[in-house]
Structure formats: C-alpha cells, structure tokens
C-alpha cells in the first residue's frame, strides 16, 4: 500500500509491502546542472505537495561496460538522488548508508545487488545513494576556475557528504536514528567511506564505518590531477582559455571523452589532495586520529583482482612474461623481493594465480591490514576476510556483496555466482554480522563463532566461507613480506 511521511523538506509518497517500507529517488541536493557543474551541491529546496518516491530517479551519466550495463535506468545531472528502506513499525531504529562502487566513474545506488529489504525486515533503516561520478564529480578545475572550483577534484565525495546530511536531518521522519548511522560501502565506496572517516567537514555525520575491498591508499596530486584536465580539455577540442565550454559540452560526450583517456598512475579519476575537502593523506589522517573513536569494520576478498583476470580472455593468451609486465604495468611495483615470492618457479595457470594473488595484496588485502593496524589504536576494529569460492571468479572482488545483502538469488547476481546450497549459508553469516555491528558496534552474531577486536599482536580475523572461522594472521609469511617493502608508503 502507499505510505506518507513528512520531513522538513515536504511530504514523500512510498511503498509498504510486507513489513518494509521504500521511498525511491529521493532528491537530497539541488541537480548540479548548468553553471552548478562542477561546483559543490547545494541543499535541496523545500517542495510543496507530495513528492512521489515509488520509482527509482535518474543514474550520473557514465558509460556502461561488460561489468555495468547501466540496467536500463535513466541518465541525468539531476542525480543526486537517494532511497530509503525502513522497517514499517517502530521508530529509533540504526541506520546504515550504503556508497556504491564503480571506480567512481560508472554505478549507482540504484543497483538490484543493493536492495535493502533483508536490512529492513531485520530493523535497520538502509540508505542507498547516487553521487557524481567522472569527470562530473572528480575533474579538477581549482588553476583553471579559481577558489569557486577549489573543491571541483571531489565534488563526488562532497554529493555523499551532503547526502549524509540529509539522512541526519530527515531520517527520524523514516524510523531512522540520526546518532546510531553507519557509513558503508564497497570498492570505490569503501574509498569513499575511508575519505569521508579522516574528512572534517564529514565529521559527526555518522558513527560507525564499514569499508568492504577499498582503503584510499593513493590520492591523486594536484599536478596528477591537473594533467587528466589538460587531456581531457585536449581531447575535447578546448583550450586551458576556454575551459568554460565545458559547461556546454553534453554530459554524455563528457563521460565519454574521459572513459578514452588512458590512466597514467591508477584510476585517473579519484579524490585529489586539493588542500581544500582533503588537506591530508589518508594515512597521516588516520595516524593522526581523525577517525578516532569510530568503530570500523573491514575485509577484502581472497582473489579480489581474479574479477578481472576470469573474465578478460586476453589474459589467457599471454605469455608468463607478458603476464608478469602487465600486473606491473597496472599493479606493480613488482620489485625483486615480490617476484622472489611470486613469480619464481611458476609458470602457466599458478604462476597467473599467484599474479592475482599479488595485484590483490597490493590494491586491497594489505592496504586493508595496515588501516586496520592503525585504527585499531583508537577505536574498535574488526577484520574479516571473505575466501568463500562462489564460481569459477573464485572469492573475487564485489562478489561478497550479494552475500552481505542477501541478494544473491536476484538473476543479475546469479549470473556471476551461480546457485550452490551454500549460499544461503554463507549470505546468513555474513548479513547477520553487518546487522549486529550496525546494531551494536560489535559483528557478533549467533551463527559466528567468536570474533576478537583486532590488534597488531594477535590480528584476528574473521574468515568467511562455507563454515566461517576466526584465524590469528592468516598468511603471516606473506602479511610480513608486504610489511618489510617499502613499495606503499603507508
């Protein structure tokens, strides 16, 4: 049946259907159109009458690929936009945002993966959101428009910060509890979750993190980030002197210039250290406790690049060699003391294995163990390892999401994780932990067994697969190794 609440921006229509409630699409900033493109959101004027939240608004423009086929949503700037599910009775109830990923250039909250019904039905009044994303939501522009466009290298990050303050202001209105939010998100989300935990102006938005195979190891330089502009504006026919008629040129032909250029040193759109939103590295921040006293929650995937690798078939024609200049190329470095443990004595399908193994431990597995380390003086933190081998992608990147949500029945997830009897097993650990720490601050739950707080000493963590087990360092030989290099400066 439809439903009516009030929030102090107006009335919004949704649906209730067995127990839950869902308020789809809503605006949560003004659309960053026309002369606002690029420039920080600005709150969303108050609407008269009932706004209608029963189907999904429009997605940030993006180009779609084999890994995003966009699923048939609308595209459009006026996408800052966001969805509520909440449990039908009760009020007071936690709240978890969930920050889509994507690479921040393609994606959306709107994605069936990230339906949060299962949260609602077990009290928990899940968020989803849409941000900027592209050159729309990273391209910096602070030498070319001046102090207007300091911030325009994240205006993404600043949409999801503006979005976190609409949850705080209006969530009551849901059932929701504005001091019990936690912030989560996978990939590119869990970057984002990482920026937003050492970011003063996101500071007392939420209470609790959850960063899933994403930790913001690298944030681009100004001149990293000035260089993409000048390729872009190059690509596009513009001059630095004409930058302005960016405003003119079509959202679509924006993405898609951008999605042509070739990265040079990681994703070419990122956050930057712009000195403005972000005036730290991430890991002097977190040294520093700009994340202090925030429980967080943790983990990557086993064989999180194996995404990639499975499912690009070139990968199978290659040489060892070629194989072994690519990860460098695209994960390396791969200095001597990498390829002594790697690569030496491997040949074919192992040593590809073990090259997975590497590019995971360098882009997420161990970037995620020394976040941990550090945050763990300050807060509560719990680290989980998802090892689980759904299909023949084995425990690759995004494929615990399904898991986490309880979606992984939805056809959408089956096609890259097929049907076992385990699944269901696997998703009831894992959802269940999400729910206690979202309740609680703490992932126990009934059906785990004991999961200490981690600490550089006994460095436990939670290993989810058909059974879920509690393991002291797993892999210390190879955890130590990537302690000893001096390739990441962490």
């Keep these: 049946m439809d439903v009516i609440v009030e929030t102090r921006y107006g009335k919004v229509l949704g649906r209730e259907e067995e127990g839950v409630r869902t308020f789809l699409g809503i605006p949560y900033a003004r659309a960053p159109q026309g002369e606002r493109r690029f420039l920080p959101p600005e709150p969303v004027e108050p609407w008269t009458g009932v706004l209608d939240a029963r189907a999904y608004g429009p997605i940030c423009p993006q180009v779609a690929n084999p890994l995003n086929p966009v699923d ?27 920050i889509h990923g994507g690479a921040y250039v393609f994606g959306s909250g709107q994605s069936p993966w990230y339906d949060g019904r299962a949260f609602a039905r ?88 959850i960063l899933q195979s994403g ?11 000035e260089w993409f502009t000048a390729q872009l504006l190059d690509a596009l026919g513009l001059s630095p ?9 079509p959202a679509a032909d924006l993405v898609s210039a951008a999605a042509r250029i070739p990265a040079r040193d990681g994703l070419n759109l990122r956050p930057v250290l712009d000195g403005v939103t972000l005036t730290q590295s991430f890991w002097d921040a977190l040294r520093d406790g700009h994340a202090a006293h925030v429980p967080t929650l943790a983990g990557s995937n086993r064989e999180e690049l194996m995404l990639w690798v499975a499912r690009e078939s070139e990968w199978r024609a290659l040489s060892d060699e070629e194989r072994i200049a690519r990860v460098d190329r695209m994960w390396g470095p791969l200095t001597d003391r990498a390829r ?32 941990a380390e550090i945050q763990s003086e300050y807060a509560p933190v719990y680290l989980y390892r998802f090892d689980y081998r759904p299909s023949r992608l084995g425990a690759a990147h995004a494929l615990e999401i399904p898991f986490v949500f309880g979606t992984y029945a939805h056809p959408s997830a089956r096609a890259l994780i097929g049907e076992r009897p385990t699944h269901a097993d696997v998703s009831d650990a894992m959802h269940a932990a999400w ?4 309740r609680s601050g703490s992932p126990q739950a009934p059906n785990l067994p004991e999961w200490p707080t981690y600490d550089p000493k006994r460095r436990s963590t939670l290993i989810f697969d058909e ?11 190879e955890r130590e190794l990537w302690s000893d290099m001096t390739s990441l400066s962490m």
Aim: proline share 5%; aromatic share 12%; hydrophobic share 45%.
């Design 72 to 98: 048939g949503f609308a595209q459009s700037e006026d996408c800052l936009r966001l969805c509520v599910y909440a449990p039908a009775e009760g009020t007071g109830h936690p709240v978890m945002v969930w």
């Design 122 to 209: 077990d009290g928990v009044v899940l968020v989803t959101l849409n941000y900027r994303l592209g050159p729309l939501g990273f391209l910096h522009l602070a030498h070319l428009g001046g102090e207007a466009y300091a911030s325009s290298g994240n205006a993404g990050i600043l949409d999801q910060i503006a979005a976190l303050t609409f949850v705080r202001d209006t969530i009551e209105a849901f059932g929701g509890d504005p001091n019990r939010v936690t912030v989560a998100g996978e990939s590119a989300g869990a970057w984002s979750v990482g920026t937003l935990l050492v970011t003063e102006a996101a500071r007392g938005l939420f209470q609790q993190a």
């Design 215 to 225: 930790i913001p190891f690298q944030y681009r330089t100004p001149e990293s980030a």
């Design 241 to 249: 002197s004409s930058w302005r008629r960016l405003f003119d040129v």
């Design 340 to 371: 002594d443990y790697y690569v030496d004595g491997r040949t074919g399908d192992e040593l590809l294995t073990w090259l997975v193994r590497f590019a995971s431990m360098r882009t997420f597995t161990y970037p995620t163990i020394r976040a």
């Design 435 to 438: 729910v206690a720490f979202v």
């Design 467 to 477: 059974a879920p087990r509690v393991e002291d360092d797993p892999d210390s030989a």
